[in-house]
């Protein structure tokens, strides 16, 4: 079955920079578009509802990001770890919030979400 993993994540100052990974299995991984997504903590939402981040996609491994991270924050993937990553830098204390990855397969599979808090 498709499962993703999350590692990653933690305390930052501001300025500072984090990389989350996921791992995922269960699925072609090359085949398919990845995406992080993120959720203050705390708020009561449905899945897909949470905030787009960035995705990687195509062949030729294109990217897309949200407007508050462009020039910050780097999605990519290795299809041989079967992994996709998201470099985060320069970060700010809005970009506090719980991140998870997510690929769309017949449905959305979320991981586990990991916790990232920009705060001096």
């Known amino acids: 079955q498709v499962r993703l993993v999350q590692s990653g994540g933690g305390l930052v100052q501001p300025g500072g920079s984090l990389t989350l990974s996921c791992a995922a299995s269960?699925?072609?991984?090359?085949?398919?578009?990845m995406s992080w997504y993120r959720q203050v903590p705390g708020t009561e939402i449905p899945p897909t509802e949470r905030d787009f981040v960035a995705a990687i996609f195509g062949p030729n491994d294109n990217t897309n990001d949200e407007g508050s991270v462009k020039g910050r924050f780097t999605i990519s993937r290795d299809n041989v770890r079967n992994t996709v990553y998201l470099q985060m830098n320069n970060l700010k204390p809005e970009d506090t919030a719980v991140y998870y990855c997510n690929v769309f397969i017949d449905g959305d599979y979320w991981g586990q979400g990991t916790q990232v808090t920009v705060s001096s």
């Open positions: 269960g699925f072609i991984f090359s085949n398919y578009a």
